[in-house]
């Protein structure tokens, strides 16, 4: 159904002054992180000495590094957790416990952060005091947002699987592939780009976490949200802007490139189907 | 030793392990902490110590539930009010939310098929960012002297926001109702968009074909055919919405003031600056309870929209 | 009667899934090397559970599935020599036309240069070597299904099972492939079963059929035996067109047996060993039956059987035949089929013309299920 003419404006409008409003805060981060002022709202010229200070700034440079380690060890484990919670869900319609189960993986998606980093910390707390470890620090922020990644890991991983066709789990077996090795060369190959966007996802929401860290985190390990938010808190601060300049620019890049990639290999497999239909 | 070789061989088969190793994990890190936050909620405390609900003592088993807690929370008039607060706030979020990204997910829907995917991946960068960030330029944006508050200031809207309680004076937007349901309102909108487009951009459009030859107006038909069935999408952004809205912390802390009673904030307060953990537990077994409902919706929601693409 | 050699021996086998429903009911057959045999039946018949039984993914309730004598029901499918053609094709996405046909003798351990040797001859065999490179998406439905077919007979199982393998094709396509098919099965000389909702698929393939309902098998045989003689009221509905008579049984001999019916009555060339008076339903294919505007010569069993008057109703052209319906005095329609052997045909029948409908004492079928 073609859209008549003011409905077009309408819908064009609406978009753009929906992007508007998305993009608002972060064009201006970016701006005020060039501005040669202590307060980031009045422009005083343009400098770039708020990122060169940034190497020396110590405080961040450690929680960038702490964070991005426990970013990569998160993204590991949910996706590995997420995957067997995916099949679990997937292949087993019936098994004891089922509706907790689902319940349990699914909670930590809308569930209040505080409420799930204060809990795990009393319990992590309880068990360091019968047992002597552990100590809070990055094993414990870890935990957290395993805890967290683990329900986006397995959203991401079971809606792919779903769409598998079971066949071609079935066609491996009678082919003489056993269990295990249906799994690596048929469902893994197949689910690949699955577990790739659960990667990422949970990897950049690791990196972002500012409450499961705060509750689980001890003397020195900081993570980088954490001395930003601290940072905030008191009030406006370029060295904050640079920071987040730098990390919109690597999430800029690096969202166009594979939305670019994705849509090229789309295309060209399109063509490759109509190709085939055609006879070629 | 029969038995024990069974269960081993039970243990190794590979159901049990898939499923086992995600569900023990999952009682040990989320069900078990909870039950302490329960427990711990009804304990006395010592300090930061506190003492055991069930003792052993000269051969008698005690049990001490303080729910001196609970009635403190009921009691107390602040509490309540932040409960209440929390859950308005986050109830206009949602509504905002709904009534901004609906629209939003409709045009993106309809748009073009070919730059679809290029206002898809519009919409998710700013989620890729990092929320903290874009949080804290909304705090740039609305202090005084800056872009936002000095264009509203213009167009008079804070006569308007003054008028209605939504800011404490004239010009000054930051640490208010109004600077904290914009924060809330812009970090969550990309939780409405989504499944709303996911479900918008899945309707078949023949519907809407038949709707029109059987005599709907394209209104009509947006109301009667549409809606109904973007009902799924709806449940599921606004739980996506509500749920983490009324426990929010980061923003309410951000961008609210002394005006925003948010109960996350409360709970943090509780812990991190009184240190009385009983009653940090008591708040937060208080929240689950009242997030149970639009909970247990959304896990409903999830378990009909899978079992749906099945 | 069993066949002398059977290589596939399916005896008694139940397949109760619970929930109510039994899916495969005490079905017990046996099939010759070298055959094609078909399941055919409605969907919800049971013809599924039993391939996917005899594939290994589902075990048997009760029963015994034996191939060359080794007893199937508790191998895991990897362990079969048994391979299917699966109805989506199940190709895998990520292969390639070559690495497809090849995954099944790799998993064997079969290795260079016996397996490139063996992938070879069988992309040959379907005549696919230059495809051989492609990716399935870049294949045409046609061409999917070859692949899949090379792929199931690239480890020389020793029954072959099919999945609805034309389903997925249209009319035109199905056509040339059903005679490729059988072509490519009997070249390999492999046992084949096969299961298809699509009669003309069975008849055309198989060169015995079974006919299954409700998890039960109604009737093996050739399809000629089929449907010149089906052996229930099912059968014979389910294959190809009749008409289907009740009536009673009036007269009973050795060469012969009178069936009394609403509108007319029947005289049957053979006799049957019934009571008198016993309800029994008469099948007569419309092929079977003529149409005329007058009434026809008298035969020798007089002129109050196998004949009856009525008024055109309704008829279908279809190019090289045409199907009457006749109105009988009571209502009832039957269906009568001529071929148009001619191109001009001026004395043709016409809605609404009155007709005489005949029949020989050969033609019909009694049915007593």
Aim: charge should be neutral.
């Amino acid at each position: 159904m073609r859209a008549n003419r003011s409905g077009r404006i309408v819908a064009r409008a609406w978009l753009g002054a929906g992007f508007v409003f998305l993009y608002l805060p972060i064009v201006a981060l970016v701006l005020y992180s060039f501005n040669d002022s202590p307060i980031p709202n009045v422009w005083a010229g343009f400098t770039l000495k708020w990122y060169a200070a940034l190497p020396g700034d110590r405080e961040i440079i450690s929680g960038l590094w702490l964070s991005l380690q426990i970013a990569f060890f998160t993204a590991c484990g949910s996706v590995v957790m997420g995957t067997l919670a995916a099949f679990a869900l997937v292949k087993y319609k019936r098994f004891g416990g089922r509706t907790l189960f689902n319940g349990m993986v699914n909670a930590p998606l809308v569930m209040p952060e505080v409420i799930v980093g204060l809990s795990l910390l009393l319990m992590l707390v309880s068990v360091q005091r019968a047992l002597g470890f552990p100590e809070r620090g990055m094993l414990t922020i870890w935990l957290g947002h395993l805890l967290l990644g683990m329900a986006y890991a397995t959203v991401v991983v079971q809606a792919r699987l779903q769409d598998l066709n079971p066949q071609l789990e079935e066609a491996a077996m009678d082919l003489g592939a056993r269990p295990w090795q249906v799994f690596t060369l048929v469902t893994l190959p197949m689910i690949a780009q699955a577990l790739l966007s659960a990667w990422l996802l949970t990897f950049t929401l690791s990196l972002d976490d500012v409450v499961l860290s705060a509750f689980l985190s001890g003397p020195g390990s900081t993570t980088m949200p954490l001395v930003i938010f601290s940072r905030a808190r008191l009030g406006l601060n370029p060295s904050v802007n640079a920071v987040a300049t730098l990390i919109v620019l690597v999430v800029t890049v690096g969202t166009v490139i594979a939305s670019l990639a994705i849509a090229r290999a789309e295309r060209r497999r399109a063509l490759d189907i109509a190709a085939a239909a055609r006879g070629g | 030793m029969k038995r024990l070789t069974a269960l081993l061989a039970w243990l190794l088969r590979g159901r049990t392990a898939v499923i086992g190793m995600p569900y023990v994990w999952l009682l040990v890190f989320f069900l078990l902490p909870f039950l302490i936050v329960l427990k711990i909620s009804v304990s006395e405390s010592e300090g930061v110590q506190f003492k055991d609900v069930l003792t052993l003592k000269d051969g008698v088993f005690q049990l001490v539930i303080k729910l001196s807690n609970y009635v403190f929370i009921t009691e107390d008039d602040l509490y309540f009010k932040t409960y209440l607060s929390s859950i308005k706030y986050a109830a206009v979020t949602t509504v905002l939310c709904l009534a901004i990204g609906y629209p939003f997910a409709y045009f993106m829907a309809r748009a073009k098929p070919t730059i679809q995917p290029a206002l898809l991946m519009l919409v998710m960068l700013p989620f890729w960012t990092s929320f903290l960030l874009r949080v804290y330029a909304w705090k740039g944006l609305l202090t005084e002297n800056g872009w936002v508050a000095e264009l509203l200031t213009l167009f008079g809207v804070d006569h308007l926001l003054l008028g209605a309680g939504l800011i404490p004076a004239l010009g000054k937007y930051m640490n208010s109702p109004f600077s904290l349901v914009i924060g809330m309102v812009y970090t969550y909108l990309p939780f409405m968009i989504l499944p709303l487009y996911g479900n918008l951009a899945k309707m078949d459009l023949r519907l809407l074909e038949a709707a029109a030859d059987l005599g709907a107006t394209p209104w009509v038909a947006f109301w009667k055919v549409t809606v109904p069935l973007s009902k799924a999408g709806i449940i599921a952004g606004s739980m996506l919405v509500f749920i983490p809205c009324v426990g929010e912390f980061v923003i309410p802390e951000l961008l609210g003031g002394p005006q925003t009673l948010m109960i996350g904030r409360v709970l943090w307060d509780e812990f991190f600056s009184n240190n009385d953990w009983p009653m940090a537990s008591t708040v937060a077994v208080t929240m689950i309870l009242l997030i149970l409902v639009p909970l247990a919706v959304f896990n409903r929601y999830q378990a009909k929209s899978t079992e749906a693409r099945r | 009667m069993s066949a002398p050699s059977a290589f596939l021996r399916i005896e008694d086998v139940v397949k109760d899934f619970g929930g109510g429903s039994i899916a495969v009911s005490h079905v017990s057959l046996e099939i010759a090397k070298g055959e094609i045999f078909a399941l055919l039946g409605p969907s919800g018949c049971g013809k599924t559970t039993l391939l996917r039984m005899l594939a290994g993914f589902e075990t048997p309730s009760s029963g015994r599935i034996l191939l060359n004598g080794q007893d199937l029901a508790a191998m895991p499918p990897y362990d079969c020599p048994i391979n299917m053609m699966f109805q989506s094709y199940a190709l895998f996405p990520h292969l390639t036309v070559w690495e497809n046909v090849a995954f099944g003798l790799r998993r064997e351990g079969v290795r260079n240069p016996e397996l490139t040797e063996r992938v070879e001859a069988m992309l040959k065999l379907v005549q696919l070597t230059k495809l051989a490179k492609r990716k399935p998406h870049q294949l045409s439905g046609g061409q999917q299904q070859r692949v899949a077919l090379a792929r199931s007979l690239a480890k020389r199982p020793q029954l072959l099972l099919l999945d609805e393998p034309l389903g997925a094709l249209d009319k035109k396509l199905r056509e040339e492939t059903q005679i490729e098919l059988v072509n490519i099965i009997e070249e390999v000389g492999v046992t084949c079963v096969m299961v298809t909702h699509d009669q003309e698929e069975a008849m055309t393939m198989a060169s015995r059929i079974a006919i299954m309902s409700e998890g039960k098998v109604l009737q093996v045989g050739a399809p000629a035996e089929i449907y010149e003689t089906p052996a229930t009221r099912f059968v014979a509905d389910f294959i190809g067109n009749v008409n289907l008579m009740d009536g009673t049984l009036a007269e009973d001999e050795a060469d012969h047996c009178v069936i009394d019916c609403q509108d007319l009555k029947h005289y049957v060339g053979h006799g049957i060993t019934g009571t008198r008076g016993m309800p029994v339903s008469v099948a007569v294919r419309p092929e079977k039956i003529r149409l005329s505007r007058h009434a026809p010569p008298d035969e020798d069993h007089g002129p109050a059987f196998n004949r009856v008057q009525g008024v055109v109703k309704n008829l279908s052209y279809f190019g090289s035949y045409t199907v009457y319906h006749l109105e009988l005095a009571s209502g009832r329609l039957l269906k009568v089929s001529q071929n148009n052997t001619q191109r001009h045909r001026d004395h043709e029948l016409t809605w609404g013309d009155p007709a005489w409908a005949h029949w020989s004492r050969q033609s019909q079928v009694v049915l007593t299920q």
